[in-house]
């Protein structure tokens, strides 16, 4: 008998192997679980049937003292061959991850990594198996996040739960909040049914206060709450509910090591209705925990479990053995709770934004429960395989043909092209910028959405800066967000287009989080709000600030933009935890000292003190007449218009670039920005300086706007904004990153940075096809 050995990450991932290797008719041996998955050994029914042939054939007679031991023995035998088998393939099972790891090192750190984040080992080994041995640390960990997203079920969408007839159950362990939960799912079924159209139901009478509890609120939401005890009484209360009104039951916490578990299910069974059961799962819990509870609660008997909701996300240092679970046991994440209160800490997030939560948190990086890199490179040792492998004569073949296509020159170099090309597309991949304008570019020529409806772009983009900053060791220095505002046209006329800039310090461009275009007949954002009501410049401004705040960063963020009025000033100062600069022109008028004076006046009569040297090769190269240049900075103490608001605790910065020794002549002056007293001076004069030296980005934005209107004409005015920003910020990034003279080669333009944006938008978009096409 051959027997083969299968394994999958749930029960039915399994079965489907043993189907498609030995058919539908195959017989199965053993199931079992093992380390987080299912190992079913398996045999061909026509091996069986040669057993079974050779076992009817005559065999001749033996002593009687070895008859016994020669029925015994094929037993015996067949149970050593069965336990050496599975030993060996265990054992090759291991070599071929170990292989993969000498092959693709990268392998080991992004283990290490994930495994910080709370996913179990387990799902890593299969996930990173097929991690492409050429991606580099950052590329990987992209490739890592966009392999959970694709693999994490979740509910389609709301309209697809909400349905008249609706019956849901939420089942699972005790003290996970099934209760709380309930009645934030019954506060939404009231908004789209009606509380004439939605019943309670408990079956909670062992735990002191529950149903009194539920029926708290059911009073609010003036809900009927039903008490059952059984099986039949349930039943009952069901068939006296209307077909078309929608019914929850709460049910009793059990163990999931208590043997009523089945009787739950079966009681749910027997409902007269179809039920669909949600199991409620603790984020705060041990992924083994996790494990065993929805192993148990899926094998309980009763109707298979429809999916599955994730609770105390605001207690939980890790989300990556909670998703873990749901991957692996295919459980749809309906709704996640992240507090206590009722309804409105109940959310519907996409695959998207919940990998990202559990990649952007940052206590999950504490190594505490899960191995350093110490820990790793003490258990093995990994070694760069220098064996050739049969595609990579291929792969740079298909890549000269792609680099002679992609420029004349370039392609004229040979392999030193070949070289430059493959430099910048790895560069490419490892800014998170240039990242988010590839993706973009990417939705945008499939005919997809390139900034979905329901802002999970813009929530991606911004989570994947903080996770940048953060691994860059930079979130001390904080990121500035330079906001720009500016005419576009389309099908609907002229508007207005707004963009956010994301940048660190010391890092350059991040990318561009945030859009919003505005014309007459209403306004969209890609954070995915919208109104019918035209938005001034202002309003859009408040509006994309009050969205970033709302995300609750990680570091310091400041907000500049140029100009405003007093009105948004003083809207801005009533917010004391938004930091923000208003680049303000020379007449602008300001109370200094109980006078009205104006911001041109103030900066020629300010004191100025150095904050630190310029000498980034920039648009302000050469400005100060020489290389040795420093930035100055002056204040001054400040108020709005009136006496009555001089004491607003606002300050005028005056910046100037000139010698360190302070000599006058040559010096530059930069800007007066309007600040709150919090804001640091050294701080905001670095980033009004990047902003200045960035403006060409802000000023790219509506000419790739340009592009990609006459490109593809149908698509939409937010899509075309949302390209349009990231590409601009791509741009700036490899034109003035580490490999800006190689992206200057790649993309054709000319090395005295008399390019146009056309020309920029031409390279750019020939590079993103020629990366596509290699990749």
């Not at 693709?104 to 910080?116: C, D, I, W, Y």
């Not at 749910?268 to 925990?289: E, F, I, M, Q």
């Not at 953060?470 to 287009?497: C, P, W």
């Amino acid at each position: 008998m051959n027997i083969s050995r299968f394994f999958g990450s749930t029960n039915r991932e399994a079965m489907r192997q043993v189907r498609l290797a030995l058919g539908p008719d195959a017989l199965i041996v053993s199931n079992k679980r093992v380390n987080g998955g299912v190992e079913i050994l398996a045999t061909d029914p026509t091996s069986a049937a040669r057993i079974e042939a050779k076992a009817d054939a005559p065999a001749p007679t033996a002593p009687g003292f070895a008859q016994g031991a020669a029925q015994s023995m094929p037993a015996d035998v067949m149970q050593a061959i069965g336990s050496l088998k599975g030993a060996l393939e265990g054992r090759i099972d291991e070599l071929v991850w170990g292989s993969h790891l000498k092959r693709a090192p990268q392998a080991v750190s992004l283990f290490q990594a994930l495994m910080g984040f709370g996913f179990s080992t387990a799902l890593l080994r299969a996930m990173l198996k097929r991690l492409p041995e050429h991606l580099a640390a950052g590329p990987a960990f992209q490739w890592a996040r966009q392999e959970l997203v694709k693999h994490l079920p979740v509910l389609a969408s709301e309209e697809e739960l909400w349905r008249p007839g609706l019956a849901l159950a939420v089942v699972g362990p005790t003290g996970v909040g099934k209760t709380t939960t309930l009645a934030k799912l019954a506060a939404r079924a009231v908004r789209r049914f009606g509380p004439q159209g939605v019943v309670l139901v408990t079956t909670d009478t062992y735990r002191i206060g529950a149903h009194e509890q539920l029926k708290i609120y059911g009073q609010i939401l003036r809900v009927p709450v039903h008490v059952v005890q059984d099986a039949e009484q349930l039943a009952l209360v069901v068939r006296g509910t209307g077909p078309d009104s929608v019914i929850l039951i709460d049910n009793v916490g059990i163990s999931q090591r208590d043997r009523y578990v089945a009787e739950q299910a079966a009681m749910l069974a027997s409902a007269g209705r179809d039920v669909r059961r949600l199991l409620v799962l603790n984020a705060a819990s041990h992924g083994d925990t996790l494990d065993e509870v929805a192993r148990t609660y899926r094998n309980d008997g009763g109707t298979p479990l429809a999916g599955c909701i994730i609770t105390k996300l605001d207690e939980a240092a890790r989300l990556g053995a909670v998703l873990d679970t749901c991957i692996r046991y295919q459980l749809p994440v309906h709704y996640v709770s992240d507090g206590q209160k009722v309804p409105e800490n109940l959310h519907f997030l996409s695959a998207l934004d919940l990998v990202d939560r559990a990649l952007a948190d940052a206590s999950a990086a504490s190594a505490l429960y899960a191995p350093t890199g110490a820990d790793l490179a003490a258990l093995m040792s990994v070694e760069r395989s220098s064996a050739s492998r049969p595609d990579v004569a291929a792969r740079a073949g298909r890549q000269r043909l792609l680099s002679g296509f992609l420029a004349g020159g370039l392609g004229s170099a040979g392999a030193a092209g070949d070289q430059v090309l493959q430099r910048v597309c790895d560069y490419l991949d490892s800014q998170p910028a240039c990242r988010q304008a590839f993706e973009a570019w990417q939705a945008f020529r499939d005919g997809a959405a390139a900034a979905p409806g329901n802002g999970a772009a813009a929530r991606h983009a911004y989570k994947t800066i903080q996770v940048e900053m953060r691994q860059a060791g930079r979130g001390d220095e904080g990121i500035v967000l330079s906001h720009a505002d500016f005419n576009v046209g389309g099908r609907q006329g002229r508007g207005r287009m707004s963009a956010s800039l994301a940048y660190g310090l010391s890092q350059g461009v991040l990318g561009s989080p945030l859009q919003q275009v505005r014309f007459a007949s209403g306004w969209q954002s890609s954070n995915g709000f919208a109104g019918i009501e035209p938005l001034t410049s202002s309003q859009a401004l408040l509006e994309d600030i009050d969205w970033y705040q709302a995300q609750q960063s990680q570091f310091p963020v400041l907000h500049l933009f140029d100009g405003g009025t007093q009105a948004l000033w003083r809207q801005l100062q009533e917010h004391a935890d938004v930091l923000w600069g208003a680049q303000c022109p020379a007449g602008a008028r300001f109370v200094h000292e109980e006078t009205v004076t104006t911001a041109g006046a103030l900066a020629k009569a300010c004191g100025y003190h150095p904050v630190g040297r310029h000498d980034a090769e920039s648009t302000l190269s050469g400005m100060a007449g020489g290389s040795a240049r420093a930035l100055w900075v002056g204040m001054q103490e400040v108020g709005l218009s009136s006496r009555r608001a001089a004491a607003q605790d606002l300050r005028l910065h005056h910046m100037r670039l000139q010698r360190e020794d302070g000599g006058g002549a040559g010096a530059t002056q930069l800007a007066s920005v309007l600040a709150p007293a919090d804001v640091a001076p050294g701080m905001l004069a670095r980033a009004v300086l990047m902003r200045q030296e960035q403006r060409w980005v802000l000023r790219a934005m509506p000419a790739f706007w340009e592009v990609f209107a006459r490109t593809r004409q149908e698509s939409g005015p937010l899509d075309r904004a949302y390209l349009s920003a990231a590409m601009g910020a791509a741009a700036w990034q490899l034109l003035h990153g580490p490999e800006s003279s190689a992206a200057r080669q790649v993309l054709a333009l000319p090395e005295e940075k008399a390019w146009t944006v056309a020309q920029v938008a031409e390279g750019m978009l020939r590079l993103f096809a020629v990366k596509a096409l290699m990749g």
